[in-house]
């Protein structure tokens, strides 16, 4: 990607060159017979008119050259941005282990066979085998009569160290711990039925496990998201399934660049997060967190580039999208996609991401400031010991069960976790699946942004305004309804678990958004009667390095300029608890 920057850039010498504008930088680069032109993405001048304004954004040509001419580009033209236009990688967990592996003995390798039924011997067609031996694995994906075979050099039966087995739909994943193979015969792998662990499901339709524990589950019906745009930047989303069918109001194809590409998901990872934020209230199936938001699906997988994600950030700027939802990734940053995102923040779209599943340091742009960081947990029984996701718990886990998985990403950038293990949701093209991946922690949390911004008050009153000042207080009160989370490492949870009763209480109880006036009044005057000695003062927080309890946690949170609405719950049960409330407080401005 090459651009050119409106401000001057320093040379070698530390001399500024001159900027150079759109129609010479493309003559340039349409001269260069060692460059070739893909494509163009026009830019955006400051938004001098917003009550905040918008930074400038350049437009890019997208070329092909060899990474000498880019250099050599470079040193000739310092004015320029060049940049690579790096391959994004989807936020999916992997079973495959990711232990270095070993040296394997010397010998032709062995292909194994494997034959994968359902309990009642039926045949389970396009299920994922993954064998991983000593060195690099291998996979096979069985056919209509359930069987597969996968080769695997320089391997032996003795060698093999695990089988795991990921059905496309219907069935929960298994795994196989030092397997004793045949060579010679079929080796069967029998599944357990979704349906089985579900009673009722799918002819009865459930909340998942994640939505429980964020407390999604317990908002009353009329809390649905509506009048808010979400958009999905993933593989696109299968609009034809059951439960998405009129769910996802447009989109974009940014791979085959077809009109409705999006509605097509081939690599089934933009459907189960597209379910969890507004899979439809049918009374089967699953549901979705924010049914009646307007859902957006931006198709970049499986192809997509840093310059394809810019293009749907545009896309989402175009049409005012309150949430983004980011299933991709990448190692490496880019400057002009950390611009974008800023640029997206100042015209009001939020974008949450997930922090990546390589067991590593959190991916970019989950490493941006100016986004809202999700990694994943998971939760011991809510998945058979037998399958694959049994395989990630790892570390402490909390009295509820919680863990953090071995492939979440972590670091000082996780802004807080969601569920991300043994996830149910749709697959295409009219199944279901549960899959694990910090792509469906982040759009649990999207979900309940969603559900903020339609019903949380603030957003009618104070912060209503399409800007970056709304993004941060999204951001901040999200962040201020977790749940903490003991789990070793506070780079693997951040904040904590969201809790959608916390965060939409003063909605709950009919207390309208308040104004920045009235809030400092309530917190005078609760410093007030605390200084009396008419209220307790709230518990301080316990010494860095223990672990905090849950008052001393909401005590922290009101410190980092929680709203209000929270030391007004907090005066309210003081005062219920010494006998001067006997019912729950009336709306203040009824």
């Known amino acids: 990607m090459v651009a050119a920057p409106p401000a001057p850039q320093p040379d070698g010498a530390g001399m500024a060159a001159p900027p150079l504008d759109t129609p010479p930088l493309e003559k340039l680069l349409d001269d260069d017979p060692q460059v070739r032109v ?4 026009p830019g955006a001048d400051a938004d001098r008119g917003a009550a905040t304004p918008r930074p400038p954004f350049p437009d890019i040509v997208v070329a092909e050259m060899t990474l000498d001419h880019a250099r050599e580009l470079h040193r000739r033209h310092p004015q320029l941005h060049i940049e690579r236009d790096r391959l994004l990688s989807c936020a999916d967990a992997s079973p495959v282990p990711r232990e270095p592996a070993q040296a394997a003995p010397a010998g032709e390798g062995v292909t194994l066979s494997f034959l994968v039924q359902d309990s009642d011997g039926g045949p389970v067609e396009d299920a994922v085998v993954i064998v991983t031996g000593s060195r690099w694995p291998g996979h096979g994906v069985t056919d209509a009569s359930g069987r597969t075979t996968v080769a695997l050099p320089g391997e032996a039966p003795e060698t093999i160290r695990s089988v795991v087995v990921r059905p496309a739909r219907g069935f929960w994943t298994r795994r196989l711990d030092r397997p004793a193979l045949a060579p010679d015969r079929d080796n069967l792998i029998t599944l357990d039925r979704l349906a089985d662990s579900f ?23 009329t809390f649905r998201g509506a009048g808010v745009k979400v958009a999905i930047i993933d593989s696109g989303a299968a609009a034809a399934h059951p439960d998405l069918r009129g769910e996802i109001a447009a989109g974009l194809d940014l791979v085959d660049r077809g009109q409705r590409g999006w509605a097509v998901d081939t690599v089934f990872h933009g459907s189960p997060c597209a379910g969890i934020v507004t899979a439809a209230d049918t009374g089967h199936g699953v549901i979705g967190c924010a049914v009646e938001a307007e859902v957006h699906a931006c198709k970049v997988f499986p192809t997509g580039r840093f310059s394809d994600l810019i293009e749907a950030l545009d896309y989402c700027i175009d049409h005012e999208i309150d949430v983004v939802h980011l299933g991709a990734g990448c190692s490496r940053p880019s400057r002009l996609v950390a611009a974008k995102i800023d640029q997206a923040r100042h015209a009001g779209v939020a974008c949450v991401i997930g922090a990546g599943d390589d067991g590593g340091a959190v991916t970019f742009p989950g490493t941006l400031p100016t986004v809202l960081t999700v990694a994943a947990i998971g939760k011991t029984g ?4 037998s399958s694959a996701h049994a395989a990630e718990v790892a570390g402490p886990r909390t009295v509820e069960g919680y863990f953090s998985p071995r492939f979440t990403c972590r670091g000082p950038e996780v802004d807080l976790c969601a569920p991300g293990v043994a996830v149910l949701s749709v697959a295409p093209p009219d199944g279901y699946a549960v899959r694990d991946g910090s792509s469906l922690a982040a759009a649990h949390v999207t979900g309940l942004a969603a559900l903020a911004l339609a019903h949380h008050g603030d957003f009618r009153n104070g912060f209503g305004r399409r800007d970056a000042a709304r993004v941060d207080h999204l951001f901040r009160l999200i962040k201020s309804s977790c749940m903490p989370l003991d789990l070793g490492d506070p780079h693997r949870t951040g904040a904590g678990l969201p809790d959608a009763m916390r965060l939409l209480g003063p909605a709950l109880a009919g207390i309208p958004g308040l104004p920045s006036e009235v809030l400092n009044l309530l917190d005078q005057l609760t410093a007030e009667m605390i200084q009396a000695g008419l209220l307790q003062p709230p518990p301080m927080p316990a010494p860095e390095g223990q672990a905090r309890t849950r008052p001393a946690a909401a005590a922290a ?10 030391a007004l719950a907090w005066l309210a049960e003081e005062m219920r608890m010494a006998g001067l409330l006997v019912e729950d407080p009336p709306d203040l401005l009824d």
């Open 557 to 566: 949170r009101a410190e980092q300029g929680e709203s209000g609405h929270t």
């Open 382 to 385: 809510t998945f058979p010991p």
């Open 199 to 221: 009673e009722g499901f799918p002819a009865q339709q459930m909340f998942g496990w994640g939505q429980q524990a964020m407390q999604l589950h317990r908002l009353p019906p």
């Open 38 to 41: 893909l494509r163009r993405i």
